[in-house]
């Protein structure tokens, strides 16, 4: 069951490619959030808001998206094995989400390209936490690559990653365990015991795939500014989110990260490649084709070794 083939995984990117997310399609990601809130207040209600309730809430969430991944697919395989065939690619596919980043990226770039600022934070503020209503030019661009570098581990890297190693189910579970950190791995007075187990465990299913997607940036420039990226990524609070946005801040000689604002509440953050210039709008399509690179260089990399597993697995 958790065996993929390497044409399941070129049919999922290829459907990620071509049809993105559909709104009015089953997803994952929506079923995951349609579970979480119900499971939230039954946890709450007999748990209370601890860390340990807070892992409790994290089994029942993913472990109810497991147990009907495995329902199904036993379901369509007793019909005919080829449709839970199908299955996998269809969990596989929508755990990407390559088209929709690119889609969102373009959606700021172009008004921003216009001179629209208005219209540019409008969509920005669709991407990002931080506060966007008095970003300028610069500032909206800076925003914008910052969020596509975490993104291209979250949103493909890293669920293709745990494809490869886990199948189906591996990539299912690492897209909910990413949801639910979106939703309740926040440090505020709510979240911050309850959701401390979820934004822990996103983070160990991260680790590895944010440094093979650094890995991936540099191997096209000969790992010439690999050490100056491992020691500016650990100084981001996350432990993860730093390796992408520093590898993009030094493949385009880009200035990234510094202060941003939350809720009109000021939060310094690191700064990677100090010496770089300022982000222009310009440097939108230039992140753009960082990401297909880091992209194209991971899924070839990635089928590499499926391929290897098929050979050495029975």
Same mark, same amino acid.
């Given at each position: 069951?958790?065996?993929?083939?390497? /044409?399941?995984?070129?049919?999922?990117?290829?459907?990620? #490619?071509? #049809? @993105?997310?559909?709104?009015?399609?089953?997803? %994952?990601?929506?079923? %995951?959030?349609?579970?979480?809130?119900?499971?939230?207040?039954? =946890?709450?209600?007999?748990?209370?808001?601890?860390? =340990?309730?807070?892992?409790?809430?994290?089994? #029942? =969430?993913? @472990? /109810?998206?497991?147990?009907?991944?495995?329902?199904?697919? &036993?379901?369509?395989?007793?019909? &005919?094995?080829?449709?839970?065939?199908?299955?996998? =690619? !269809? %969990?596989?596919?929508?755990?990407? /989400? +390559?088209?929709?980043?690119?889609?969102? %990226?373009?959606?700021?770039?172009?008004? #921003?390209? &216009?001179?629209?600022? @208005? !219209?540019?934070?409008?969509?920005l503020a669709m991407i990002v936490g931080r506060d966007t209503a008095s970003l300028d030019e610069s500032e909206i661009s800076r925003a914008t690559m910052e969020s596509l570098a975490e993104s291209t581990n979250d949103g493909f890297v890293a669920p293709l990653f745990w494809g490869v190693v886990a199948g189906a189910p591996g990539a299912l579970l690492y897209r909910a365990a990413n949801t639910l950190d979106s939703m309740v791995g926040h440090r505020d007075e709510r979240y911050e015991k309850f959701g401390k187990f979820s934004a822990r465990a996103d983070d160990a299913l991260s680790w590895i795939p944010a440094r093979l997607c650094a890995a991936a940036s540099e191997a096209f420039r000969n790992f010439r500014?690999?050490?100056?990226?491992?020691?500016?990524?650990? +100084?981001? +609070?996350?432990?993860?989110? @730093?390796?992408?946005?520093?590898a993009l801040a030094f493949a385009l000689g880009v200035r990234l990260g510094g202060d941003n604002s939350y809720d009109g509440l000021l939060v310094r953050g690191p700064i990677f490649h100090a010496g770089g210039r300022a982000a222009r709008v310009d440097d939108i399509p230039a992140s753009l084709r960082w990401f297909w690179s880091v992209i194209a260089l991971c899924s070839t990399s990635f089928l590499a070794a499926l391929i290897g597993l098929h050979r050495i697995l029975p």
């Open positions: 069951m958790w065996k993929l083939e390497p /044409a399941q995984v070129l049919l999922a990117i290829a459907l990620d #490619l071509l #049809l @993105g997310d559909p709104r009015d399609w089953p997803h %994952v990601t929506r079923l %995951v959030g349609n579970l979480s809130s119900p499971c939230e207040r039954l =946890v709450s209600r007999f748990a209370g808001r601890t860390i =340990v309730s807070g892992a409790i809430f994290w089994f #029942l =969430v993913c @472990g /109810a998206m497991l147990a009907l991944y495995v329902a199904s697919r &036993a379901m369509l395989a007793a019909i &005919a094995p080829r449709l839970a065939w199908f299955f996998d =690619v !269809a %969990v596989i596919y929508q755990t990407l /989400a +390559a088209a929709d980043l690119h889609r969102h %990226v373009r959606a700021v770039f172009k008004p #921003l390209r &216009a001179g629209d600022l @208005g !219209a540019a934070r409008a969509r500014d690999w050490r100056r990226i491992r020691r500016e990524a650990s +100084a981001h +609070a996350s432990p993860n989110a @730093g390796w992408s946005e520093a």
